[in-house]
């Protein structure tokens, strides 16, 4: 919450960048992208190596690259639906303690969230406005093209041009007839003014929060909304060209890259008795993006401006009378003729109990869920766009509805033990059993050849259709033992156990054992405290050994098979 209201954060991922040691974050380059999140490296080669994350308690969907129709690169994610100015704190669990409390999927580790809470007084105002440009400043690679003649003295143009293998073979020639080239031509649109596809961005956030209450209750309220439209702009050449012929501009094609996030949280906390407190938090999160084909996709606009020759004039596109610009195959306004679009509507909920029968033992209940509502559009209009392929300009409708549903429970229990014998001994023994239900329903209409004007799948004169479902559930149980010795040397050993619906038949259970040790050699008296050694305030030996693993896929061990239709001897 500190960081908020000191720094630039548009996002949770900007809270954990170059901030927390041993957590890499890579993030997207559009406007509402998903990002790379690494805790301590690459764990698996085959499986996510993503962290989980808890939010209040409750396991929270994340999924990164959240979308039913790829746009080749960064895609949308679940973890940018929440804002950053709604969180108290975020903690990074990692290693064998990540295992032991939350089992299997958590040896890519954890990242604990924490939103804000009431505190006891009178009620506190908060409101904060914000507004801003966004401009690109990454350097961008020149394309480069050789000029050279051919043997029969013929200039090397388009997809004859010249290169360096043909350089070394001789097949490129100078004008006068000698090996080599005649010239380097470089160029690429996108530092060209006129054609580039890069233009500023802006953003504007509003919010307003309320807290207060008494020893008894507590009360927490937010409300925000985040508007950014990206970077991403159609050239000025493009738009004066249209609008001289009568072409209608999509919004979707002047700026195909926006996000409007709209989010409202509460909270209630009540200490009912000494020893009884309960606390109900509700968010509720409503999103509305575009995103643009990019990075590793045929109609991606990147490869479109790196794919491009060292010069400007180089042909039309084919099919139709549009100058290429300098790009490869197509120029921005028709790639983002396509409208990639997502709605989400998204409420996470959640409730606490604590109670304290005694000074020695506390216990802990936490329940909730968290529920997305996705819509993601696909749109390609009749007559618009550049000819992929010989139907594409036919136009194409897909309408995909995804539920994402996440329920988790936690119940655990700490009992404290100081021998009065030993008053330099702490034991604490935990015991714990965590449950999550992750299942994801997916249905998707799509419609190809729309009439003109059309934008809905039914419109189409081939439709299409779809249906997909993914469940995962985990049951886990735990139990720990920690021991303090004159609270400068800490011992833990543990150990837990889970079941996962994909585990199959077969392989009913596994085991995360731990152990570990901490040190604090600087409040020894031995720890030198003069010279250099002054300059320590807190010197610390660790050492842990445990066992952390990854679940599999939901059907990995399943065979699966699809069906086609043949033809035999070309009588069926």
Request: with cysteine; charged share 15%; proline share 4%.
């Amino acid at each position: 919450s500190k960081l908020t209201e000191t720094a630039p954060v548009r996002t949770i991922a900007d809270v954990l960048t170059p901030r927390v040691p041993g957590v890499m974050v890579q993030q997207g380059t559009q406007t509402g992208a998903g990002q790379r999140i690494r805790v301590r490296g690459i764990s698996s080669v085959s499986l996510s190596n993503e962290p989980i994350f808890i939010i209040d308690g409750i396991r929270m969907s994340s999924n990164n690259g959240s979308t039913a129709f790829g746009n080749g690169g960064n895609d949308f994610s679940r973890l940018g639906d929440i804002s950053p100015e709604d969180i108290e704190n975020i903690e990074i669990v990692k290693g064998p303690s990540a295992a032991t409390l939350y089992g299997t999927d958590a040896a890519n580790g954890v990242v604990v969230i924490t939103t804000k809470k009431g505190l006891a007084g009178a009620s506190r105002w908060t409101t904060y406005a914000e507004a801003g440009m966004l401009d690109d400043r990454n350097w961008y690679a020149d394309n480069y093209t050789l000029a050279g003649m051919s043997p029969a003295g013929k200039p090397l143009i388009l997809s004859g041009q010249c290169k360096l293998v043909m350089v070394s073979l001789g097949t490129c020639l100078k004008s006068d007839g000698t090996k080599g080239y005649d010239s380097l031509r470089v160029y690429t649109p996108i530092k060209d003014p006129s054609v580039t596809l890069l233009g500023y961005g802006y953003r504007n956030a509003q919010g307003l929060q309320v807290s207060g209450g008494n020893d008894a209750i507590r009360y927490f309220l937010s409300g925000s909304r985040d508007d950014e439209t990206g970077v991403l702009k159609l050239d000025q050449y493009e738009q004066n060209r249209w609008d001289s012929l009568g072409v209608t501009i999509h919004p979707w094609q002047v700026r195909p890259n926006t996000r409007l996030l709209n989010a409202f949280r509460g909270n209630v906390s009540a200490q009912v008795t000494p020893q009884f407190d309960v606390a109900v938090n509700f968010g509720y999160n409503t999103v509305n993006a575009l995103t643009s084909n990019e990075s590793n996709n045929t109609v991606g606009i990147g490869s479109q401006a790196f794919g491009g020759p060292g010069y400007r004039n180089n042909g039309l596109v084919v099919g139709l009378a549009d100058s290429l610009l300098g790009y490869r195959a197509g120029t921005p306004g028709l790639i983002w003729a396509e409208m990639l679009q997502q709605n989400v509507n998204r409420m996470i909920l959640s409730s606490s109990m604590n109670w304290r029968p005694s000074s020695w033992l506390q216990t802990r209940a936490n329940f909730g869920t968290d529920f997305a509502d996705r819509v993601d559009t696909r749109l390609h209009m009749n007559g618009e766009g550049w000819p992929l392929s010989a139907t594409y300009r036919d136009g194409q409708a897909f309408n995909a509805r995804t539920n994402i549903t996440n329920l988790s429970a936690d119940l655990g229990a700490s009992a404290n033990y100081n021998p009065s014998h030993f008053t330099w001994l702490n034991l604490k023994t935990t015991i714990g059993t965590q449950y999550n239900n992750f299942r994801q329903d997916q249905n998707s209409a799509g419609g190809t050849t729309l009439p003109p004007g059309a934008v809905t799948a039914s419109s189409g004169a081939t439709p299409s259709a779809s249906e997909a479902y993914t469940l995962q559930k985990t049951w886990g149980v735990f139990v720990e033992e920690t021991g303090a010795i004159r609270d400068r040397l800490f011992l833990t050993a543990a150990v837990r156990s889970d079941q996962n619906s994909a585990f199959g038949t077969n392989f009913q259970r596994v085991y995360y054992p731990k152990a570990s040790l901490s040190w604090v050699v600087s409040d020894e008296d031995f720890f030198p405290k003069r010279s250099v050694f002054g300059a320590i305030s807190s010197f610390r030996l660790r050492l842990a050994n445990g066992a952390s693993g990854v679940q599999p896929g939901p059907n990995d061990a399943l065979r699966t098979y699809s069906a086609s239709s043949a033809s035999i001897k070309n009588t069926d």
